[in-house]
């Protein structure tokens, strides 16, 4: 038993690999695919909304796939179609064209994120560890990777070639990892090692149950919200605020998920060592710091220092979150948390460049400060009653 939990850990951690490399390939073309498709910038940001729109309908339609048919075939499917709708967009030469396709993309994209987050939990229940943050480090990881080789060949290949490579690879590791998925079974805990949670994720789920996933997926929100924040806006101040150059700009996302990825790497031992909710508290308030120190800098390195530790803060809180709601609920968990996870970081970005319009980019910017300590305060709130379910 225990080398076919070794297997499936691999076998999940191929998938997560393949979702961040896949999904940062594609990112590092938008710039082609806008000159493609002669986009405006805000023609080319609705139809961007389409990778978040087709991600946030699909999740919970996903949580009752994977009840019915399992979340390691759901997984398999999933990724596959992943895999396959990367290659859509260069196809297209309008930004409505592009919208539509890109609703298929986030659909394999919300899908994969569902299935696969749902079999980890599965394993975690199994290995009776908290290793979700090793496979969201993994999902960062591939995204390092998959945006590397992007910026790389970017001169070498056109858009379509890129993205017919990537479905391409993406497709021979679904086929890899995903013949494991198939071969092995869900792992069932013993009697003597389940945890207490697997009671509530029967049918009969109790409503105290359905709270906390209600509760997590606040948590999950307020993290998806900084990391979408990050991910649009830190450049741009880094840039316009501070003066920085192109290039040092550019070094602050970096900075950012270079230092998520240490955090995933290391949160297994954290969250051994401190417990989940603490290491969500302790997450909320680190970034809250962290992003304080960011946005309201007077100079390029401390903002950088400060994207940093607010990258170290919230890597483990998604992770966490989703895994604490999965192991609640079951796949309908884990679809719940990653619905308003998602909504989050489709809600950071404009919500930004609105307040930036209103106040000023760095005062905007602040508003990740105080979601991160809001989950940490949910957290917090929750501690007596996650206690109860291992938390």
């Known amino acids: 038993m225990d080398r076919d939990l070794t297997q499936l850990r691999a076998a999940i951690t191929a998938f997560f690999v393949l979702d961040g490399f896949v999904f940062a390939g594609w990112v590092a073309r938008i710039p082609a ?14 139809a961007l909304l389409g990778v978040s729109a087709g991600g946030v309908a699909t999740m919970m339609a996903t949580g009752r796939l994977c009840r019915r048919f399992g979340s390691h075939p759901t997984t398999v499917a999933a990724g596959v179609l992943f895999s396959l709708s990367v290659a859509l967009p260069p196809l297209t030469h309008s930004a409505p064209a592009l919208g539509l396709v890109l609703l298929v993309f986030g659909t394999g994209f919300g899908a994969l994120n569902v299935a696969m987050n749902s079999a980890a939990v599965d394993l975690i229940a199994a290995l009776r560890r908290p290793v979700m943050p090793g496979f969201h480090a993994a999902f960062s990881l591939g995204g390092m990777a998959g945006a590397g080789l992007g910026g ?4 070498q290949l056109s858009p379509t070639r890129h993205l017919v490579l990537l479905a391409a690879v993406g497709l021979a590791l679904a086929a890899v990892a995903g013949r494991t998925l198939i071969r092995l079974p869900v792992p069932v805990p013993s009697e003597a090692g389940a945890p207490p949670a697997e009671g509530p994720r029967s049918a009969s789920a109790t409503n105290p149950g359905r709270r906390l996933v209600a509760v997590f997926g606040l948590i999950a929100l307020c993290t998806a919200y900084g990391e979408g924040a990050m991910a649009d806006w830190a450049a741009l101040h880094l840039h316009q605020d501070l003066d920085a150059s192109a290039g040092v700009a550019a070094a602050g996302y970096s900075v950012f998920a270079l230092m998520m990825a240490v955090g995933r790497l290391s949160g297994t031992a954290l969250l051994e060592r401190l417990g989940q909710t603490r290491a969500l508290i302790a997450g909320g308030a680190t970034a809250a710091v962290g992003m304080l120190l960011g946005s309201l800098a007077p100079t390029i390195w401390l903002a950088l220092l400060g994207f940093a530790v607010t990258g170290l803060g919230l890597a483990n809180l998604f992770p966490v979150a989703v895994a ?13 948390a990653s619905t308003l996870g998602y909504g989050g970081m489709l809600l950071g970005p404009p919500t930004i460049g609105f307040l930036a319009d209103w106040f000023s980019l760095p005062a905007a910017l602040t508003t990740v400060a105080a979601l991160a300590a809001v989950a940490a305060i949910v957290a917090y709130g929750t501690r007596n009653a996650t206690r109860a379910t291992g938390g």
């Open 324 to 336: 604490r709601a999965g192991a609640l609920t079951g796949p309908g968990g884990v679809a719940a």
């Open 33 to 46: 695919i806008k000159d493609q498709t002669d986009a405006s910038a805000g023609a080319l940001g609705l």
């Open 152 to 155: 790389m060949i970017a001169d």
